[in-house]
């Protein structure tokens, strides 16, 4: 590394808190590879967490793009020197390149107030819903409720519903095809998070925030609906079905690009439940991932080395126009 350029790591965060804090257990895996690396631009309001000191748009800088950009090759050159200063765009959502949960755990501890959470018989059901419902990104979506219903049949315990519910007719249609179970109402982004991380039981809606709750929490068991972004078989390029956590039990989805058409509004009630994934299964769907992604990993390397090369002899000066202070 040299002696002029200090490392340093600029964060693009974009979208709601769960994308933000993917991005950030991104850049501290980076800062705990590269020493002396600092980490700029990201908020995360709930743990009184954010650093500013550089302006919002950096062009020219060597960009980390791709959710399965390649962190070894990334350490490698900012140790080196050869890119002292970059941009994180993506969240790259790398869950095996994270490592062990409980470093996060720690930097992120739960707060000392008691949430409203499952009981020890009970599993807690994450919804996600509101702006998902309309066809804002084809990689979420609401999740067929035979999820639920092969989730409380794997599991034998009692359905608590939290999250983002209300009068919309995905709430309606887990009201009606779960009269029995119980309906908590949001305790707030920090609330319904704690909650999640402290349920013995955990089941995932199709989202960051609710798989940042679900990786970070102790549960005993959490199921991951592989559905939309979570499939590795419809993003290839993300990874978040993580090996050597067996907390995390996997129920099949084939890939649905979501649109909010009428059949698939009435596939979220007719669909069958989804059958529980093997670990060879799961494995196959990774392995698939990584045969489908390999070219275009390595091309995107190849992208960063040849940007940091051209970019490097002009970093003093891009450093001195990107700084605030």
């Not at 965060?13 to 800062?31: D, K, M, S, V, Y």
Request: charged share 20%; with cysteine.
């Amino acid at each position: 590394m040299t002696a002029d350029i200090t490392p340093a790591l600029i964060l693009r965060p974009h979208g709601r808190l769960g994308n933000h804090f993917l991005q950030w257990i991104t850049a501290q895996t980076l800062a705990a590879q590269v020493p002396g690396l600092s980490l700029h631009i990201f908020a995360l309001p709930p743990w009184g967490l954010a650093a500013g000191s550089y302006r919002r748009r950096q062009p020219f800088l060597p960009a980390l793009t791709a959710q399965d950009s390649d962190m070894n090759l990334a350490a490698n050159l900012m140790r080196s020197g050869e890119m002292p200063l970059a941009r994180l765009s993506a969240m790259v959502l790398q869950a095996d390149v994270w490592g062990d949960p409980e470093r996060f755990r720690r930097l992120l501890p739960l707060e000392d107030r008691q949430v409203e959470t499952a009981g020890p018989d009970e599993i807690l059901l994450n919804v996600r819903a509101e702006e998902i419902l309309k066809a804002r990104h084809p990689d979420y979506g609401p999740i067929p409720v035979g999820f639920y219903h092969a989730v409380l049949r794997e599991t034998g315990l009692g359905p608590v519903f939290m999250g983002q519910l209300g009068e919309d007719s995905y709430s309606q249609l887990l009201r009606r095809s779960f009269p029995k179970a119980r309906f908590l109402p949001s305790q707030g982004v920090r609330g319904d998070f704690d909650a999640m991380r402290r349920a013995r039981h955990l089941a995932l809606s199709v989202n960051t925030f609710s798989w940042a709750a679900g990786w970070l929490s102790q549960a005993e068991s959490v199921h991951v609906p592989v559905l939309g972004f979570f499939n590795p078989a419809q993003r290839p390029d993300i990874a978040l079905l993580p090996r050597g956590e067996t907390r995390f039990l996997c129920y099949g989805f084939a890939p649905r690009l979501w649109k909010a058409s009428p059949e698939q509004i009435a596939e979220l009630e007719s669909l069958p439940p989804p059958q529980l994934l093997t670990p060879d299964g799961v494995e196959a769907l990774r392995l698939g991932a990584d045969q489908t992604r390999a070219k275009a990993r390595q091309r995107d390397g190849e992208r960063l080395k040849q940007t940091a090369a051209r970019v490097r002899p002009f970093l003093g000066i891009l450093r001195r126009i990107y700084a605030t202070r």
